[in-house]
T-cell receptor, first 116, second 111 residues
């Protein structure tokens, strides 16, 4: 069964450092997403990406965040200068063709980010 | 303002019991998702609904668009069903994956 792969599974970083979280979506999927879940809280949408550009982003996704698909397979989330409140589990997801297929999401296992 | 509310927040059952988890939402939606999150954190999509009812194995999901309500049922529950069950809605916008999540229902099934 195709899966979405995320690395690293856990990253510990110092406040102010840059972090890049990596995702390999399912190969024929067209839509890519990042979500985050702060410990004990709801999962929150961060950003969606289609056709090599951001299609929607939430108010959480400020100038400290960026996404890119550098090589046609990886999909990355960069946090430029991490803050304590960025500590969370970050989930990548992808979905397929337009219409009904685009609504069916496959999630990665998550990358836990701890900012000290 | 909570757009997606789930009940109960915690649910404990004995193996074999029939389980119902409810989800109410306050916005117009194009689709509703039921997701399962295991203790390790990974999220698995169970159902995507825009109307009616869907069944997969022992899991049944229903949605009533007029009442803005969905239920997830588990028949003949088993300890391996223990997980957090999350309802999430797509409330419009250009991105199908822009979901608003409920807080989750923690299900524990005892043998």
């Amino acid at each position: 069964e195709p899966e979405v792969t995320q690395t690293p599974s856990h990253q510990v970083t110092q406040m102010g450092q840059e972090v890049i979280l990596r995702c390999v979506p399912i190969s024929n999927h067209l839509y890519f997403y990042w979500y985050r879940q702060i410990l004990g809280q709801k999962v929150e949408f961060l950003v969606s990406f289609y056709n090599n550009e951001i299609s929607e982003k939430s108010e959480i996704f400020d100038d400290q965040f960026s996404v890119e698909r550098p090589d046609g397979s990886n999909f990355t989330l960069k946090i430029r200068s991490t803050k304590l409140e960025d500590s969370a589990m970050y989930f990548c997801a992808s979905s397929g063709l337009a219409g009904a297929g685009a609504n069916v999401l496959t999630f990665g296992a998550g990358s836990r980010l701890t900012v000290l | 303002k909570n757009e997606v509310e789930q009940s109960p927040q915690n649910l404990t059952a004995q193996e074999g019991e029939f389980i119902t988890i409810n989800c109410s939402y306050s916005v117009g939606i194009s689709a509703l998702h039921w997701l399962q999150q295991h203790p390790g954190g990974g999220i698995v999509s169970l159902f995507m609904l825009s109307s009616g009812k869907k069944k997969h194995g022992r899991l049944i999901a229903t949605i009533n668009i007029q009442e803005k309500h969905s239920s997830l049922h588990i028949t003949a529950s088993h300890p391996r069903d223990s997980a957090v069950y999350i309802c999430a809605v797509h409330a419009g916008g250009t991105s199908y994956g822009k979901l608003t999540f409920g807080q989750g229902t923690i299900l524990t099934v005892h043998p």
